[in-house]
């Protein structure tokens, strides 16, 4: 059973940074594709950046220029890289991998930004 690991969120004032890792199980290039969700209260979860094995990037427009996601194959692990934090982009944040049809989820982070 695959598993995922986020770390790195927490609590940070408009404009900031904070940077999201998420370690797999196993390595990350058995994926077709690897991800960051959110959710924030009251809405529906929402893609906000996705990389897939070959190495394409693409990215929620509201989060485009701000965020990147990232990874280390060394380390099994993708990163979300958060800039210019907007307080509505406080969610829960998850990470996602997905083999063929097969999905996988780690418990996900919170991140809270403050004005």
């Known amino acids: 059973q695959v598993q995922l690991l986020e770390s790195g969120g927490g609590l940070v004032q408009a404009g900031g940074s904070l940077r999201l890792s998420c370690g797999a199980s196993?390595?990350?290039?058995?994926?077709?594709?690897m991800a960051w969700y959110r959710r924030a209260p009251g809405k529906e979860r929402e893609l906000v950046a996705r990389?897939?094995?070959?190495?394409?990037?693409t990215y929620d427009d509201r989060v485009k220029g701000r965020f990147t996601i990232s990874r280390d194959g060394n380390i099994n692990t993708i990163y979300l890289q958060m800039n210019s934090l907007k307080v509505d982009d406080t969610a829960h944040y998850s990470c996602?991998?997905?083999?063929?049809?097969?999905?996988?989820w780690g418990p996900g982070t919170q991140v809270t930004v403050s004005s």
């Open positions: 196993e390595n990350i290039f058995n994926f077709n594709a």
């Open positions: 996602h991998a997905s083999i063929l049809t097969r999905q996988f």
């Open positions: 990389i897939i094995v070959g190495g394409k990037t």
